[in-house]
């Protein structure tokens, strides 16, 4: 395989980042004890009393909890330990272990989906709930305070640049791929940019909320192999069993490292490493 330097500037892909987050919606986000939950195949929504309804099923599995439907009632019932919450669509009234209590919104159907309101049923099942307007993520734990690991960067100020949570205060360099067939999103780490480490950690810190740990230390593994600008490092694919999708970090002999996360279900070949180049460059 023929060495290849990127064409793309560094000036040239901040303004792309900048772009697409000015103007992009952030998606909805529920993150449980640490890890985002995904959802395949319906998305969390704000309903119309300003509450986030998620289908029912995800979160509840997420908490360790079982779901089960009452077609001939339209009655939800989810069922952790000594708990049993039901909901019936369309009813602002709902039991916990057979006590009545009011909500300010409804459970409905959507999309052949159950909804819920996130935050009636998480508090049921006695979880904290917390909501951060700024990067549009519903924040349920069900962890004593004293047993989670307080990673999160120091300032507090995190935001989000095209699906990737980061600090405000971040060197790395995320954006969306325009018109891709392969590559979805490209992150750019480089020696030349201050706080090399601390770059590492931020691509961490993204990764792991995009990806979960396993996914994330694996690739954080193999960019610290790079120790200076000079320092060649391979490349490598990555697979992402959930999401379907490969994580390429390709070959580095210059001082900086770039990573393409591949589009769901496109499979990599090595026949077809010029042709990736090329939508790098386009």
């Known amino acids: ?36 939950v995904n959802f395949p195949d319906a998305e969390p929504f704000i309903d119309d009393n300003g509450r986030t309804q ?34 019936v669509i369309g009813k602002k009234d709902y039991t916990i272990n057979g006590e009545k209590n009011l909500m300010d919104t409804k459970a409905l159907l959507k999309e052949d989906r159950t909804f819920v309101p996130v935050r009636f049923v998480s508090e049921g099942l006695g979880a904290r ?32 640049v095209d699906g990737y949570l980061v600090p405000n205060d971040t060197n790395i360099i995320i954006a969306k791929a325009q018109e891709s067939k392969t590559v979805e999103t490209r992150i750019f780490i480089n020696f030349m940019m201050p706080d090399f480490e601390k770059q590492i950690e931020d691509l961490t810190f993204a990764l792991e909320n995009k ?15 790079k120790k200076s600008r000079e320092h060649y490092l391979p490349e490598k694919y990555i697979y992402v069993e959930e999401t379907n999708q490969f994580i390429w970090i390709a070959e580095s002999i210059i001082e900086d490292i770039a990573i393409a996360i591949m589009v769901p279900g496109y499979v990599p070949d090595t026949s077809q490493y010029d042709d990736v180049v090329v939508e790098w460059e386009n």
């Not at 990806?211 to 192999?225: C, L, Q, S, T, Y």
């Open 211 to 225: 990806f979960g740990k396993d996914i994330a230390n694996e690739v954080k593994k193999h960019v610290e192999r």
């Open 129 to 160: 709930v917390d909501w951060d307007p700024a990067v549009r993520t519903v924040y349920i734990d069900t962890r004593e305070k004293g047993d989670i690991k307080d990673d999160t960067p120091k300032d507090g100020s995190i935001i989000e």
């Open 1 to 36: 395989m023929k060495k290849i330097v990127l064409s793309i500037t560094v000036s040239v892909i901040m303004l792309m980042a900048f772009i697409t987050t000015s103007f992009a919606q952030l998606p909805l986000r529920v993150v449980v004890n640490g890890n985002r």
């Open 54 to 87: 998620v289908p029912v099923r995800f979160v509840s599995e997420a908490l360790g909890a079982e779901v089960s439907w009452e077609g001939s009632t339209k009655t939800v019932t989810i069922s952790q330990g000594d708990k049993e919450i039901k909901i």
